[in-house]
């Protein structure tokens, strides 16, 4: 059974980048069935997509972040990871990794395993 | 860029009733695209239905969901304690992207 844990520093400073990363247990990030997600939740908010990534490595952005996020994987360490740059207060939210559109489940345009998310504070 | 607007906010309701749940889009949504998800405080959301009114695995059959178009509704047939939570819409844009509704609240009555 697959599972995802979110980790990286609880508190990053205006202006600085945030980098949280995702390990993935119990299944490969090599595996071509599946993209990797990031997913936020603002306090007390609903949920804002980031983006995503394939097992090759090509990445797809919501438009409103795409000029500071880097999504990538680390297949050594079957880990994918999370940068957003230039960031301010608004950044401030709850981080989910998740995986999704699993290629073995017709029409799943989801995400079906969630990490437990991860608290980013910005803040000086 | 397609907004869900789901209604009401919060619906206060007792266990053994009856929730119906409404997500509405600004844009057509096709029917493989449209998901619905719960939250419960302090957890990840949970993957409850995907194409419109496919049950994830191991969801209870007292979840249903149908719709179409613009218009599309979550069910709950006999809310259990354990069903008392948040609840997204989601859909998926082949450009591609994701967007959420802002959540209704099943709050106990």
């Known amino acids: 059974q697959v599972q995802l844990q979110e980790s990286g520093p609880g508190l990053v400073k205006p202006s600085q980048t945030l980098s949280l990363t995702c390990t993935v247990s119990?299944?490969?990030?090599?595996?071509?069935?599946?993209?990797w997600s990031w997913i936020r939740q603002h306090p007390g908010k609903g949920l804002e997509w980031i983006g995503y990534?394939?097992?090759?490595?090509?990445?797809y952005y919501n438009p409103s972040l795409k000029s500071r996020v880097t999504i990538s994987l680390d297949m050594s360490s079957n880990q994918l990871s999370l940068k957003l740059s230039s960031v301010t207060a608004a950044d401030t939210a709850v981080y989910y990794c998740?995986?999704?559109?699993?290629?073995?489940?017709?029409?799943?345009?989801?995400?079906?395993?969630w990490g437990q998310g991860t608290t980013v504070i910005v803040s000086s | 860029e397609s907004v869900l607007t789901q209604s009401p906010g919060a619906l206060s309701l007792s266990p053994g009733e009856r929730a119906t749940l409404s997500c509405r889009a600004s844009?057509?949504?096709?029917?493989?695209?449209l998901a619905w998800y719960q939250q419960k405080p302090g957890q990840a959301p949970r993957l409850l239905i995907y194409?419109?009114?496919k049950r994830a695995p191991g969801i209870p059959e007292r979840f249903s969901a149908s719709g179409s178009g613009t218009d599309f509704t979550l069910t709950i047939s006999r809310l259990e304690p354990e069903d008392f939570a948040m609840y997204y819409c989601?859909?998926?844009?082949?450009?591609?992207?994701?967007?959420f509704g802002q959540g209704t609240k099943v709050e106990i009555k």
């Open positions: 998740a995986r999704g559109e699993p290629m073995d489940i017709a029409d799943l345009y989801a995400m079906d395993v």
């Open positions: 119990g299944g490969s990030i090599r595996s071509d069935d599946y993209y």
């Open positions: 990534i394939y097992h090759t490595g090509s990445t």
């Open positions: 844009h057509t949504v096709g029917s493989s695209y």
């Open positions: 194409a419109t009114s």
């Open positions: 989601q859909q998926y844009d082949p450009s591609p992207r994701y967007t």
